[in-house]
């Protein structure tokens, strides 16, 4: 394939930014501009303090320090970036539709198209564009059609190359993939381009476990780990619920049915529910994707899935109400935790949000901590969701930087994200500032339940009989 030394990202989110950081670390004869339209995250990214860039991620900044200014820019120069570059990521979000047809269940691709229709205006030369967002299977059809009728003369080429990162160790699993997986056409010029950016990676990543496979294979792929991996997460949580009834404990049950081989030990930790940014909005776009193919039995298995993780979060917060004597009005609740998982700021869909939001509803006052999400966030989150008024949402919930405050005189603890810290904390001091009966609702099986009603708490835990 053609040498790239010039690679251009559209979106500088929690993909783009990271994968162009550790492209532009392992490769220093590649310049990598990372352009995006929003221009605070843009110069959050440029902050001279790396602690300051948009995206926490566990070593992400001794990245980004290494390669910025020498082969790593970001900015808001699209069209300049487009024009210079050889290679092309697309790694613009692609969130659920929230208007029209297959709305909150088909994957909304304007921002790809208006990239794609920007990349045909401004292109001169011939351009490897490359799917990095979570694209629906033939996706990269469209995008092919919308460049090849510009009539400038220009080819394109169409790879896709999904990232199988997950959000808190993104860095690690940037420089060390299970696997990279790049999809493109069988003809002799589309396996070329997919070769010039096998030797992208193959900079840090032995041959082998670069995957190459046709256009529909890889961005079906990308569904089907995303679909995979949340099945496992909702198989167990259905089983914690029969657990919390017949005495068994789901976390000794994982644990024995994860020494099969077969089945293996990973993503099998019962809790309040998955969150995050991808696993529902893809779930919900092959569940749309398989329907508008007729099948119904294929969609309405996966979209199990779902409707047991919206179960999971719902008696979670259910549990509360129950627990608390049938009512928390006007009782404070302490959240530890906003993030949908430890090491990330990223709150996008977070199983805390939908836990607040059932617990507004019962007139429960929320104290949030998190050490990563701002207090504006929490708002947002909650604003979004347009239950209840701006007003409301800001009344009823405090956000503050210290736990213990959070946790003064709380009815209750729920802790909503597995951040090892809540771990360290210095539980006799929060029992003694709370109110009694002092109740901890653990919805990710973090702390040491034993420990705990020692101290005098009342405890529940996922999965485990009260
Ligand atoms: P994000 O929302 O953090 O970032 C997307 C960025 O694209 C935003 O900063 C936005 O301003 C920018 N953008 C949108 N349209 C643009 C345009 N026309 N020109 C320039 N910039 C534009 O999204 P995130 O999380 O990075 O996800 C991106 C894609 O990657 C999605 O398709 C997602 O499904 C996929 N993905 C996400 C993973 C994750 O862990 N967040 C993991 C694997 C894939």
């Given at each position: ?313 719902r008696?979670f917060a259910t549990n509360i109400v129950k627990t608390l004597y049938n009512t928390v009005s006007g009782k404070k609740i302490a959240f530890l935790?906003w ?13 805390a949000i939908y836990v607040a939001d059932d617990l507004l509803n019962e007139q429960a006052g929320i104290s949030v901590y ?5 207090e504006?966030?929490v708002y947002?989150?909650l604003d979004?969701l347009?239950t209840r008024a701006s007003e409301k949402n800001k009344q009823l919930v405090t956000v503050v930087?210290?736990p213990y405050e959070a946790c003064k005189d709380a009815h209750a603890i729920a802790?909503l ?13 929060i029992f003694e500032n709370m109110k009694k009966p002092a109740f901890v609702f ?15 708490f009342k405890?529940y ?6």
């Amino acid at each position: 394939g053609k040498k790239i030394s010039k690679i251009c990202c559209i979106g500088a989110g929690y993909v783009g930014g990271p994968t162009m950081a550790v492209i532009a670390q392992k490769c220093p004869h590649i310049t990598v501009t990372v352009v995006d339209l929003n221009q605070a995250r843009i110069d959050a990214w440029n902050d001279p303090d790396t602690n300051n860039i948009p995206v926490y991620e566990p070593g992400l900044d001794a990245v980004v320090a290494e390669a910025r200014g020498r082969n790593l820019f970001f900015s808001t120069e699209v069209d300049k970036a487009i024009d210079e570059a050889e290679m092309i990521f697309i790694s613009v979000n692609t969130p659920t539709k929230t208007y029209g047809t297959g709305k909150g269940m088909a994957a909304d691709l304007k921002y790809i198209e208006l990239c794609a229709r920007q990349i045909a205006r401004v292109a001169k030369d011939d351009k490897i564009v490359v799917e990095k967002s979570t694209l629906p299977v033939r996706t990269a059809e469209a995008v092919k059609n919308i460049l090849q009728n510009t009539g400038n003369g220009v080819n394109y080429q169409i790879l896709s190359n999904p990232e199988f990162l997950a959000e808190g160790t993104a860095v690690e699993d940037l420089h060390a993939p299970d696997r990279v997986l790049i999809g493109g056409d069988t003809t002799p010029e589309g396996q070329e381009a997919l070769e010039s950016l096998v030797e992208v990676y193959a900079n840090w990543v032995p041959r082998e476990r670069i995957l190459t496979t046709n256009l529909w294979s890889s961005e079906l792929s990308k569904l089907t780990a995303n679909a995979f991996l949340a099945q496992r997460v909702s198989s167990i949580n259905a089983l914690s619920e029969l657990c919390e009834r017949t005495g068994a404990d789901v976390s000794e049950v994982a644990r024995s049915i994860g020494t099969d081989s077969r089945i293996g030990p990973k993503f099998l930790k019962s809790s309040v529910g998955f969150g995050g940014s991808c696993f529902q909005k893809d779930i919900l776009n092959l569940v749309y994707i398989a329907r508008s193919y007729g099948l119904k039995e294929v969609a309405d298995y996966w979209e199990q899935v779902i409707i047991m993780n919206d179960h999971q979060k719902r008696r979670f917060a259910t549990n509360i109400v129950k627990t608390l004597y049938n009512t928390v009005s006007g009782k404070k609740i302490a959240f530890l935790g906003w993030a949908f998982k430890k090491d990330t700021n990223d709150t996008r869909e977070s199983a805390a949000i939908y836990v607040a939001d059932d617990l507004l509803n019962e007139q429960a006052g929320i104290s949030v901590y998190d050490p990563k999400v701002p207090e504006s966030q929490v708002y947002s989150d909650l604003d979004y969701l347009e239950t209840r008024a701006s007003e409301k949402n800001k009344q009823l919930v405090t956000v503050v930087t210290d736990p213990y405050e959070a946790c003064k005189d709380a009815h209750a603890i729920a802790v909503l994200t597995e951040w090892d810290e809540f771990k360290e904390y210095d539980w006799i001091k929060i029992f003694e500032n709370m109110k009694k009966p002092a109740f901890v609702f653990d919805g990710r099986n973090l702390l040491d339940t034993n420990k705990l009603k020692d101290i005098g708490f009342k405890v529940y835990s996922i999965g485990k009989e009260a």
